[in-house]
Each structure stands twice: as structure tokens, then as C-alpha cells.
């Protein structure tokens, strides 16, 4: 079983912490630990139905809301910016380059017939769900940059060196339906990601 070594980084982590950036699509994560609860994707039709349940009561005009989870605490890592190893006997130099493109610090899905604002790739809601949520003064999206960072290090012999992005954020997920009229328009799952931190993560294993 691999060891984890402590690696030293004190001149190394204020460079790599002024570059870090969220993922766009956090679906498309590495890993996602929940300490309760449930992703929207885990949704099963008996979920959906019972949840249902709560919203399916006609109204006006508007939106019923049903948050199944809120604000769930999560974990992530949400890809390996580089995994290298030294099986031989001397270290073994290695030059790695960043490339970071965008962040932002909201994302969302939907399913059903909940729609998503067209052309808002880091994500929003159509229909003023945003605002049923209170989420739309949270968006934080920064414009689209491109940073590069050269770091060297040593690997020294019977180790592997891996970096990558670790963070925490918060899940709230649930169901909702709009109507208008008393007539339901739409109906179907809501899920928003926030990132609360994150952080590059370097660290040495034992091979």
C-alpha cells in the first residue's frame, strides 16, 4: 500500500494558490464525496416521484421549490494535473507547465423540463429560478484568461509525485415546477454546485 509522505511546499503553495481555478463541469469531476445526501444524477423515478409530491400542488403563477439537500458539504478532486514516478535509484528532475483557461464559481443542471439559460456556459436558470432560489447574486464568473506556471521539482527514488485540484464546496439539489395560470409549464430536478475553496494539492506517495 502506497505511504503518504509529507511534502514540503512553504515557497511553492503561494504560486500555486494565486492560479487556481474551478472547473467548468463539475459532473465531470475525477471524484465527488458527499458527507450526505445525494447528486441529482443519482436520482432514481422513485425519488423523483416522491419528491414530486411536494410540488405538484397547482399555484397561480411561479415556482414551487422542493430542496431536497441543501447545502450539502463536498469534496473533490476534480482532475490529476500530472502523476509521475522514479522507480530507479537517483532523482530525477521534472519541469511541469500550468495551463488555466477559466473559473467559475456556480455551476447547475437541470433535468426534466427545466430549462437553462441559452448561451450562459458556467450555467443559469431560465425562468427566474435563479431568483425562486436566491442564488443570482452569487454568481461569480471570472472573464476568460489563460495563466501558465513553470514549476520544477526533484522525485526522488522509490516515490511518485502527483498534483492536482482539491476542493470543498456545497450541493443543494431538489425538484420544483413552475406554472403560470395555475397551469404547470414545467417540472423537473435543480441541483447548484458552489465552490467554497480550492486549491492545487502536491504530494509525494511511496511506490
Known sequence: MKQLLTVLLVALMPLLSTFVLANDDYQS???MELTTG????DYSKADYKRY???VDKRRFFGWRINKVHDDIKVSYVTETLFSYYNDGYTPIEYTYDFVF???SKINVSATGSIALKQGKKDGAFANNLDAALKITASYDTSEKTKETVKIALDVDPGTQVNLYIYGE???TNGVAARYAFWF??????????TVTTQYHRL???RI
Do not use: N
Request: glycine share 10%; charged share 40%.
Open 52 to 54: 414530486y409530491k411536494d
Open 184 to 193: 404547470r409549464m414545467a417540472r423537473g430536478g435543480f441541483e447548484v454546485f
Open 169 to 171: 464546496g456545497t450541493i
Open 203 to 205: 504530494e509525494k506517495v
Open 38 to 41: 445525494m447528486l441529482l444524477e
Open 101 to 103: 483557461e477559466k473559473t
Open 29 to 31: 469531476f475525477e471524484s
